[in-house]
């Protein structure tokens, strides 16, 4: 195997790519897909193969190492690496226009099989109504669908459509500390209050699958349970949960969400109309994404719409960050929910290597926290992207750091 620049990979890169992630003094992405390698943990094995010892065991980390942090880069790295990368993947980095594309050409030498196509060319267009214009002219070869486009495009252009269950969580946190949302009976109402397919049907075009835990019925033995009993749209179990609770005249609460996300402000909308008809009176707080976010981190929201994205295919991803009391605030566990039980059988789960028993234990973890109920649980996205006719073994990827574009080629239309 060979970096773009012909200098030959060796165990020795991987070493000295990981200790230059986990180094103090590199400013880099997130580094803790490498944290759990012990201090002195990386041993090399000659030329080809190279030792890890972990702090703790844990079953998932060799799915941490595909991840883009883990990627291994030729050392002694360039300084002007972070303009001018090199690495072993499929396409060699050619030139970067700074909020306008990126090009790449053909690597011949890619230990997978050289790319089909001899160039990628990914445009950087923020604009999701933008990148749908693009498209129909012709200038783009694959494009997402924006969520409030999907029936004029299903509608219009039916055969250019892919579409795959996302890896990926759209749900309210519930901050279990604050207020009223401190008693599990006041959650368990507000997940009954709110007719989840009705939005979902509405407001996000039926693209997503409704949820019924927090684990992606995608991620198949591991994933969620579909067949689970789901808080079904109950208002008048919602009043009595209320009123067992200590409110038989609702609470005022608010809900923050991003302000520039015009699909989650609908959602936010439809929510606070039909929590109203409890007597759960929202107040919704619009901000920008960031300061949205950073209240929730720091347990200053009562209620948060928040999206989580996987970042590798396992279950553990929609457990130990959302739910394990190590995540609050930061670690991604915006509901601060705290039980020494979960706790516990998830760190059991992270150390079971066998598959099966593993994907049991996320199952059982997944419907305990569920009866918990530290979310309003929403739906697991459906992602829709268009792909022009000329365009031929181009598929969505499950996680798109792991897409590789190897068999995209452009033919006579089909």
Do not use: C
Request: proline share 7%; glycine share 8%.
């Amino acid at each position: 195997m060979k970096f773009h620049d012909g200098r030959r990979l060796v165990a020795a890169d991987v070493k000295a790519s990981y200790l230059r992630v986990l180094d103090p003094s590199t400013r880099g992405g997130r580094v803790w897909p490498l944290q759990p390698i012990a201090a002195n943990g990386i041993e090399v094995l000659g030329d080809t193969a190279v030792a890890f010892t972990l702090t703790e065991p844990l079953a998932v980390f060799p799915k941490f190492l595909a991840m883009p942090v883990a990627a291994i880069v030729p050392v002694p790295v360039a300084a002007d690496f972070g303009q001018r990368p090199v690495g072993t993947g499929p396409w060699r980095f050619v030139a970067w226009r700074h909020d306008d594309e990126l090009q790449f050409a053909r690597n011949p030498d890619y230990w997978g099989g050289a790319p089909a196509a001899e160039s990628l060319t990914v445009r950087i267009i923020p604009e999701p109504f933008t990148r749908g214009a693009e498209f129909l002219a012709g200038r783009l070869s694959v494009a997402e669908i924006p969520f409030g486009e999907t029936a004029k495009w299903e509608r219009e252009h039916p055969d250019w459509l892919q579409r795959k269950p996302a890896l990926r969580a759209i749900y309210v946190a519930l901050n279990n500390r604050r207020g009223p949302l401190r008693d599990p009976r006041v959650r368990r109402a507000i997940n009954h209050a709110v007719n989840v397919p009705e939005i979902l049907k509405t407001v996000w075009n039926g693209r997503g699958i409704a949820a019924r835990g927090a684990i992606p019925p995608t991620l198949g033995g591991g994933g969620g349970d579909t067949t689970r009993a789901s808080y079904n749209y109950d208002t008048t179990a919602a009043r009595r949960l209320l009123v067992q609770a200590g409110y038989p005249n609702g609470f005022a609460i608010q809900l923050w969400r991003s302000g520039t996300n015009v699909e989650q402000g609908r959602v936010a909308q439809a929510v606070q109309a039909q929590l109203a008809a409890v007597g759960i009176r929202v107040e919704v707080v619009a901000r920008d994404a960031s300061s949205m976010r950073e209240a929730a981190r720091k347990g200053e929201a009562d209620m948060a719409m928040l999206d989580w994205w996987a970042d590798y295919p396992d279950g553990d991803n929609f457990l130990y960050p959302l739910f394990h009391s190590a995540s609050f605030g930061p670690g991604g566990n915006y509901a601060f929910y705290s039980d020494a039980v979960t706790d516990s059988l998830i760190l059991v789960a992270r150390r079971t290597t066998d598959d099966a028993a593993r994907e049991a234990l996320y199952r059982r973890i997944d419907a305990r926290v569920y009866d918990a109920a530290p979310w309003l649980y929403l739906w697991f996205p459906v992602d829709l992207w268009a792909e022009q006719p000329s365009i031929t073994g181009w598929e969505i990827p499950v996680i798109f750091n792991g897409q590789r574009w190897t068999t995209a080629r452009r033919v006579s239309a089909r």
